[in-house]
């Protein structure tokens, strides 16, 4: 599908895909790929960050980011969410993605923005206009997405890993923010954390 874009007239593709949108605890996070046509190989097994094992995951991020040089992240935390709901919250993650980009160089004007889903939650939030296009399980489908959907699950995973050792009662390391029964029942005996979307919680 990229290539069909940038037959179009954009200059690049930028591959967009987010994590987190479910979880009681952490951040939304937005990955952004921007992909141009002389990148004409990418990693073998290149897929769904939800389709490949955790354990391929980490080594797979690493060589989508020597691949794919111009990427980025942004990420909305807990009281973000709270305060604008999900949406809204995932749009700004990926709005601080594209100005991320735009400072590697990227010429996010003259880009289109791919969305996996389809539903364009971004638009309503730009500063400036960009051509949006949605696609249902384009991150299957689409090498930027997939690349972008990588990236924002390994930075995720290891940032609620690494929040494991402040509050090891949730189980972060394992459950990642979800709502497993380990974690409802720590909530349940502890109550939440700063770390906690306190507005999906009922204690």
């Known amino acids: 599908m990229e290539h069909q874009l940038v037959a179009q007239g954009f200059t690049s593709v930028i591959g ?11 951040p939304v996070v937005a990955g952004l790929v921007a992909w141009t046509p002389e ?12 389709a490949v094992t955790e354990k391929r995951r980490g080594p797979l991020a690493e060589a989508c980011r020597e691949v794919f040089p111009q990427h980025a992240l942004g990420e909305s935390p ?3 969410i709270d305060e604008h709901g999900i949406q809204t919250a995932l749009a700004l993650a990926v709005v601080q993605g594209l100005r991320a980009l735009a400072n590697q160089g990227v010429a996010v004007g003259s880009a289109v923005l791919l969305l996996d889903g389809s539903h364009d939650f971004v638009t309503p939030h730009l ?6 296009v949605t ?20 930075h ?3 940032a609620m890993i690494a929040h494991h050792e402040t ?10 923010g979800y709502g497993s029964k380990g974690h409802l029942d720590a909530i349940a005996e502890h109550g939440i954390t700063p770390l906690h979307r306190a507005s999906w919680i009922k204690t």
Do not use: M
Request: hydrophobic residues 35%; contains cysteine.
């Open 135 to 154: 696609r249902v399980k384009a991150d299957r489908d689409c090498v930027s997405v997939a690349a972008a959907s990588v990236l924002a699950k390994v």
């Open 156 to 158: 995720r995973d290891t």
């Open 16 to 26: 967009c895909d987010e994590v987190g949108r479910g979880p009681l605890a952490g």
């Open 127 to 132: 500063p400036h206009p960009l051509r949006v």
């Open 78 to 80: 807990a009281e973000v």
């Open 39 to 50: 990148i004409q190989s990418w990693p073998e097994g290149l897929y769904d960050s939800k």
């Open 167 to 176: 509050y090891p009662q949730y189980g972060f390391a394992s459950n990642k």
